[in-house]
């Protein structure tokens, strides 16, 4: 059952958060990478956007497992929401999504500024071209986070 | 491309928290903040975390996990896989993480709601960059044994505690390049810190006070342990969100009060060592640096050894000092006192002194020179030995450790900072000499 997506939710999914996905193969052994953006369909699908060149491993186990777990943290409150499903495959991005991807460097590259993170330094943590990135979708079943108390422990 | 272990420190101390993600027994991938990852080895990582999280029931059922960590100066990042070996809720190394937290709840002020579980060791099965990084690595860091070798080596030559105190700072930033430092010595009979020399403030900060637990300085004390503080900035906003999960809980930590201390406002790196002799607490070392991430572990190992050197050194000097001391020495032809009356007043209740308006000092350094300043007036005396100063009990020192040594030289220091028409330089070991340029006019201000 997919979890519910609210729009305040959303929003903060769709900004300039530090994104993390993880995911695992068929033994269990887990791979991470870092996100480039995310969006929500209004179905309420999920895609989170990653580099290729450093995402091997996660490309690999969604095609095997497609278990994911993908983990949002505001950089200088350290709110955070962690996003899970079981169905995650890979998509080659359209415009609209590269569109976003350069949208969310930048609003990634200023909230690391307000933690002090030169821009230089931020400027290589990702990718420049559009082109350098895929997609994970899945629909999320599971949502925890700092905003919801009855997760408090996946707040991290 | 593998690299040491060991290159990857600078990873562990920038802006960016470490990520590790582990996997539950059904299948579900989970993603938490490291907060504290130490290289034990050429093969193994030590991890531990602030918040609770599904982290250690993961890798209890399964013990594989992930890492990913930023070197912020190339941004080149990497990831670790990892293999639970074994989890260790006491010992040296949970105890240095234990510190290292109170040292980070410190920096805001928080104390003793982060009680970690337990402190993870992990074999490493694979290291490798993710990526090609953006910027090109500083070159590495010269080795610092010969710089300490050359500072250990004039710390050894020192023969009284004041001088040792300069040269120690002088040397820090001369061999070793740490620009801003300040060595507080314990006072005897209490849990108290005072300030009594430094190196590149504008100011001397001389007698300031810090209680043990208070900031990082406090909290090394009272632990006698290391504290390294890499990114004060990023530890203050997880502080934050530590006291805003504490108050969300009903555990609301409360804030310390501001400690009173010199120092860089915008120091993102810090390094409180104790100062240890014979198991005493002597003091402790602090230095400072305005960027993030500028001492790693490396820094931590050369200043502890330092510091023990610089302890025993301490000893030394008040062994020495506690020496009968030779005979009068000649001193200057003296220029009697000149100029409006000086109205020095002393308060009997904690002994605290004010020339003129301003505050000077209080507590036993202050009982002294108010003895010095009345065997002036009262006999034309200016030259005073440690031992008849120990042997007046109306002074307050302690029998045992009394740190005569160390009192005399905040008090000289203060009266340099504060005063331009008293001294007080030392003549010969173990014995000080008083210089007056003003008459003097003593008030004593009684209990009321």
Excluded at chain 1, 20 to 47: H, I, K, Q
Excluded at chain 1, 58 to 68: H, Y
Excluded at chain 1, 116 to 144: H, K, M, Q
Excluded at chain 2, 164 to 187: E, K
Aim: hydrophobic letters at 40%; one cysteine or more.
């Amino acid at each position: 059952v997919a979890a519910v997506i609210d729009p305040a939710l959303q929003g903060f999914i769709e900004s300039g958060v530090s994104i993390f996905v993880a995911t695992r193969d068929n033994a269990n052994v887990p791979a991470l990478t870092r996100g480039a953006g995310c969006s929500v369909s209004p179905e309420g699908w999920v895609t989170v956007y990653i580099a290729r060149e450093q995402a091997g491993r996660c490309l690999d186990d969604s095609r095997a497992t497609g278990a994911i777990s993908v983990l949002l943290v505001m950089p200088h409150t350290y709110e955070s929401y962690q996003l899970k499903g079981a169905d995650a495959r890979a998509i080659e991005l359209d415009a609209q999504d590269r569109t976003r991807v350069t949208a969310y460097r930048d609003a990634f590259f200023a909230n690391l500024a307000v933690i002090g993170l030169r821009a230089d330094v931020a400027a290589g943590l990702l990718p420049v071209e559009p082109e350098a990135f895929v997609g994970l979708t899945f629909v999320p079943t599971e949502i925890s986070g700092s905003g919801r108390s009855n997760d408090a422990e996946d707040a991290a | 491309v593998k690299i040491p272990l060991r290159r990857l420190q600078h990873c562990l101390e920038g802006h960016l928290y470490p990520m590790i993600a582990s996997c539950a027994p059904d299948g579900t991938p989970n993603i938490s903040v490291v907060s504290y990852v130490g290289l034990v080895d050429d093969e193994h990582v030590a991890l531990g975390m602030r918040f609770l999280s599904r982290t250690p029931r993961n890798v209890a059922a399964n013990p594989r996990a992930s890492v990913l960590l930023v070197d912020t100066r190339t941004c080149r990042q990497h990831l670790l896989d990892l293999e639970l070996v074994r989890s260790e809720t006491s010992g040296p190394r949970y105890e240095q993480m234990r510190v290292r937290f109170d040292g980070i709840a410190a920096v805001s002020g928080i104390k003793g709601i982060v009680k970690p579980a337990s402190v993870d060791i992990y074999r490493v099965l694979d290291y490798r960059p993710l990526d090609r990084g953006y910027l090109p690595e500083p070159p590495e860091r010269p080795i610092a044994a010969a710089a300490v070798r050359e500072l250990t080596v004039e710390i050894g030559a020192c023969e009284d505690l004041s001088a040792l105190l300069d040269v120690t700072l002088r040397g820090l930033a001369r061999h070793l390049h740490y620009g801003h430092s300040m060595i507080l010595l314990s006072d005897p009979g209490t849990t108290k810190l005072y300030a009594v020399a430094s190196h590149g403030y504008a100011t001397s900060g001389a007698g300031a006070e810090v209680e043990f637990g208070n900031g990082v300085i406090g909290v090394a004390a009272a632990e006698r342990r290391p504290i390294l503080i890499t990114h004060a900035g990023r530890e203050e906003r997880n502080n934050r969100w530590v006291r805003r999960r504490a108050q969300e809980l009903g555990d609301d930590p409360g804030v310390e009060r501001e400690i009173p201390l010199i120092g860089l406002p915008e120091a993102q790196s810090r390094l409180a060592v104790p100062i240890l002799g014979r198991g005493r607490l002597l003091g402790v070392l602090y230095l400072e640096r305005t960027a993030a991430g500028d001492f790693v572990e490396e820094d931590e190992t050369t200043l502890v050894a330092l510091a023990g050197q610089l302890g025993t050194a301490i000893l030394l000097c008040a062994q020495s000092a506690a020496q009968p001391s030779p005979a009068p020495v000649p001193g200057p032809i003296s220029i009697a006192p000149s100029g409006p009356p000086l109205l020095v007043r002393r308060y009997e209740l904690d002994q605290s002194v004010f020339i003129g308006d301003d505050y000077l000092i209080k507590g036993v350094a202050g009982a002294i020179l108010w003895k010095l300043l009345n065997s002036y007036r009262q006999e034309g005396r200016t030259e005073f030995s440690n031992r008849e100063l120990r042997l007046d009990r109306a002074l307050g020192l302690p029998d045992v450790g009394d740190n005569l040594e160390a009192r005399l030289v905040l008090l000289q220091r203060r009266l340099v900072d504060r005063s331009a028409h008293i001294r007080l330089e030392k003549v010969a070991r173990a014995r000080v000499r008083l210089t007056v340029a003003r008459p003097l006019e003593l008030r004593s201000i009684g209990r009321v």
